[in-house]
T-cell receptor, first 114, second 113 residues
Framework: GDSVTQMEGPVTLSEEAFLTINCTYT??????LFWYVQYPGEGLQLLLK?????DKGSNKGFEATYRKETTSFHLEKGSVQVSDSAVYFC?????????????FGRGTSLIVHP | DTEVTQTPKHLVMGMTNKKSLKCEQH?????MYWYKQKAKKPPELMFV???????INESVPSRFSPECPNSSLLNLHLHALQPEDSALYLC????????????FGQGTRLTVV
């Protein structure tokens, strides 16, 4: 079945450091890929998405590129802020036979220190 | 309005109680979802409604009963829950079941005592 593998956290960084959170996937067909962010005590917010190979999603300084050859969708940010501290979920949606089934990775906690 | 609103935000209930969680969206979305999220875990899909009809039930115990009264509302009726059902319950919606961009509510933090 479809699956998403994320790097284990927590990831701990100092403010202004470079961030990479790795995400790889297994899916049949051509899934859409997403990054969601969950701040403490809140629901999930869509951070960015990509719907086909080589697409780059970007938002709030975060970027991720849909790499079909490596089945990856790594999240990057050039300079993190304390306010970026949250849990980040990589997700995919595949559409086998018309049934959209969203699949989430385990989540990676990011802690940014001043 | 790009919000999904869930009420209540917090709920404590006994194992013999009956309660309901509510979810509302006014984006014209025709697919709505219930997820359960335990601490430090990803959300787990429970139910999917598409055009007010239940289309996916991920083998959820019958003590959880979803209801979709109209295209804007989604309820989750709870009865005879167990302490292990304590979790964050998230509602989400998307334009339709084939549109994969989901908007999530803030969740209801449920504690079963």
């Amino acid at each position: 079945g479809d699956s998403v593998t994320q790097m284990e956290g927590p990831v701990t960084l100092s403010e202004e450091a470079f961030l990479t959170i790795n995400c790889t996937y297994t899916a049949t067909g051509y899934p859409s890929l997403f990054w969601y962010v969950q701040y403490p005590g809140e629901g999930l917010q869509l951070l960015l998405k990509a719907t086909k190979a080589d697409d780059k999603g970007s938002n709030k300084g975060f970027e991720a590129t849909y790499r079909k050859e490596t089945t990856s969708f790594h999240l990057e940010k050039g300079s993190v802020q304390v306010s970026d501290s949250a849990v980040y979920f990589c997700a995919l949606s595949a559409d086998p036979g018309g049934s959209y089934i969203p699949t989430f990775g385990r989540g990676t906690s990011l802690i940014v220190h001043p | 309005d790009t919000e999904v609103t869930q009420t209540p935000k917090h709920l404590v209930m006994g194992m013999t109680n009956k309660k309901s969680l509510k979810c509302e969206q006014h984006m014209g979305h025709r697919a709505m979802y219930w997820y359960k999220q335990k601490a430090k875990k990803p959300p787990e899909l429970m139910f999917v409604y598409s055009y007010e009809k239940l289309s996916i039930n991920e083998s959820v115990p019958s003590r959880f009963s979803p209801e979709c009264p109209n295209s804007s509302l989604l309820n989750l009726h709870l009865h005879a829950l167990q302490p292990e059902d304590s979790a964050l319950y998230l509602c989400a919606s998307s334009q339709d079941r084939r549109n994969t961009e989901a908007f999530f509510g803030q969740g209801t933090r449920l504690t079963v005592v």
